[in-house]
């Protein structure tokens, strides 16, 4: 008997320390820093903010964050970024994606859209071959081409699969693919015209989150 009501106490426990909480873009995540993907699913970062020390800056109005130096506390050993998936601030999520060219800043984006398909955008400048001809100034005709390589600001748009960490690249018909399972979502998406269709990408995204529910651990 006292076996038993020892298993309850302590599921009764775990119930009233964890619970899950749907996920939207007012859930608040858990702040610190995620080592896997398995982390920030389940709202578990291995570091606290309280564990280590970081030159990082955050500018939260465009989603997009900046990392040099992350250390240990507890040992001041330095911990390497490439490995650690991202980190929460504030509540928001943040996903490791580049590292900033001719600098050791890693570069990372906050999640804009976080439901069952979470959205993530960022820019980075990215060295370029192009083509620069000199012109003889009587023909107007080039008379050399020659290739050099040019620093241009490239943007980049994803899409997440929160459940199993896929991602895909933003387009209409990577959006369209993944709301397939919402059926009548899907037909609007269909017969909406093509112009529109493409401005409302993120809309319908947004109204799928709303349809399909997806729950994260949150501790109480």
């Not at 564990?51 to 800056?57: C, F, H, Q, T």
């Not at 107007?140 to 896929?166: A, C, H, N």
């Not at 409302?200 to 989150?209: P, R, Y």
């Amino acid at each position: 008997m006292n076996k038993y009501i020892l298993t309850y106490f302590f599921v009764l426990c775990s119930f009233f320390l964890f619970s899950q909480e749907k996920l939207t873009n007012n859930f608040g995540f858990q702040n610190g820093i995620y080592l896997s993907y398995e982390e920030f699913k389940n709202n578990s970062p291995s570091l606290s903010w309280q564990d280590v020390s970081s030159e990082l800056i955050i500018l939260e109005s465009i989603h997009r964050a900046k990392m040099d130096a992350l250390i240990s506390l507890a040992d001041s050993s330095e911990i390497d970024i490439e490995n650690i998936w991202g980190f929460s601030a504030n509540g928001i999520p943040y996903k490791k994606v580049s590292k900033e060219n001719k600098s050791e800043f890693f570069i990372f984006s906050g999640l804009v859209i976080r439901g069952r398909i979470c959205y993530y955008s960022y820019d980075i400048n990215e060295e370029k071959p192009v083509e620069v001809s000199a012109y003889n100034p009587v023909t107007g005709k080039p008379f050399r081409t020659q290739t050099i390589m040019r620093e241009r600001k490239v943007s980049y748009q994803y899409l997440l699969d929160f459940e199993t960490g896929d991602e895909e690249i933003f387009s209409v018909s990577n959006v369209g693919k993944w709301i397939l399972s919402d059926e009548k979502l899907y037909e609007t998406f269909k017969v909406t015209d093509p112009n529109e269709r493409k401005k409302k990408l993120l809309k319908f995204i947004q109204i799928f989150n709303d349809r399909n529910e997806v729950y994260i651990p949150t501790k109480i």
